[in-house]
């Protein structure tokens, strides 16, 4: 069985579902991926979910799920991104890593829609360093 990984962020609609794609594209061969939130806010965010097809990576089907969904699934390792979920991360049964890796959140953002959609470009780019250089390490490790 592969590990299992959950990404948590509070509302669960945008910087989380982008870790979670970018994840599942880089790694999602040798762990399962999933992201849930502290309080969500029941969407994917539409911008979330154009700038990650603008670098091939889909997830249009993604909802947004509450972390206590997760209480009684084997969880290996549990990573937040965003200080409000890290502070609400509960232990969950038979996880053995936690990691706090914080982004700003775009979702915030104001200004034209092209200001806007470079807040969502901005995240995701460092998302995605982030989240593919963890991939690049577990592929060593596993």
Known sequence: MKPSILILCTGNSCR??????????????????????SNPVGYVHPQAIAV?????????????????DFLKRNIDTVITVC?????????????????????DDPSHATGTEEEIQNAFRRAR???????????AGLRQTI
Not at 16 to 31: K, T, V
Not at 85 to 99: K, L, N, S, T, W
Request: proline share 3%; glycine share 10%; charged share 15%.
């Open 83 to 103: 200080g409000k979920a890290d502070q609400a991360c509960p232990m969950f049964p038979g996880q053995v890593h936690r990691y706090h890796w914080g982004f």
């Open 52 to 68: 990650l097809a603008e670098i091939g990576i889909d997830i249009s089907a993604h909802t947004s799920k509450h972390m206590n």
């Open 16 to 37: 989380s579902h982008m870790a979670e794609g970018i994840l599942r594209a880089a790694a999602g061969d040798i762990i399962t991926v999933h992201s849930a939130g």
């Open 125 to 135: 780019d460092q998302i995605q360093l982030v989240f593919t250089a963890y991939a």
